[in-house]
């Protein structure tokens, strides 16, 4: 996983006819789908230009919420950052918790995501060959809580697909309560 930037990067992600990326499928996993469109920009620190886009999600990077330092240690040694050219693949899942998740104490959180879940030590076994970012967006009124982004080479798409299998499966996932699953490649 790519660490956050220490100051909150601006995200924008819109779907519509230009981009660098072209969206192979989307699926919705939990709750309501997203409108299909052709191509998507990933847009870091940029303002979005498109003339009429067909959706657009806002975030921004933000500060470590529940690793531990030892787990950021861990994690800063293997991650891989985005953009490197071999990896043509890439997947976008925006995500929503319940209000139940966002009535628990933070320790609690923590403790159903890792603890119970594991979804960090899971997540470990496929760094490098998964870049990730997370973007979150609960603190600024869009439809979901978290914008993940994943990138990874096409020989990994198999391993990619075990991992959200994995945590599909997961205590912490039957807090989600809308997902949709985007797929690209460039
Ligand atoms: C590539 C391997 C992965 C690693 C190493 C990883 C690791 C992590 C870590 C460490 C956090 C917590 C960050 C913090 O302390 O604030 C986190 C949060 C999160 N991850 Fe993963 N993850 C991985 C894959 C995934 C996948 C495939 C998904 C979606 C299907 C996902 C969805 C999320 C979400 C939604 C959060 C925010 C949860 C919350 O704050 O309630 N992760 N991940």
Request: aromatic share 8%; with cysteine.
């Amino acid at each position: 996983m790519e660490s956050p930037s220490p100051s909150p990067l601006a995200h924008a992600l819109v779907a519509g006819t230009t981009g660098e990326w072209a969206i192979t499928s989307i699926r919705p996993v939990v709750g309501a789908s997203l409108p299909r469109a052709p191509r998507l920009q990933f847009l870091q620190g940029q303002a979005p230009m498109q003339q009429n886009p067909v959706w657009v999600l806002h975030g921004v990077t933000s500060n470590v919420r529940y690793m531990t330092e030892h787990e950021q240690h861990a994690v800063a040694r293997v991650q891989a950052g985005l953009g490197r050219p071999e990896a043509t693949c890439a997947a976008l899942i925006p995500i929503r918790k319940s209000p139940e998740w966002w009535a628990l104490a933070q320790d609690q959180r923590r403790e159903i995501m890792q603890e119970q879940s594991r979804h960090f030590s899971i997540g470990m076994e496929y760094l490098p060959a998964i870049a990730r970012r997370l973007i979150h967006c609960r603190d600024h009124g869009g439809e979901f809580d978290f914008l993940t982004w994943f990138e990874y080479a096409p020989e990994h798409e198999d391993a990619f697909e075990h991992l959200v299998g994995r945590l599909r499966e997961t205590h912490e996932w039957s807090y989600v309560d809308r997902e949709v699953d985007v797929r690209l490649s460039r």
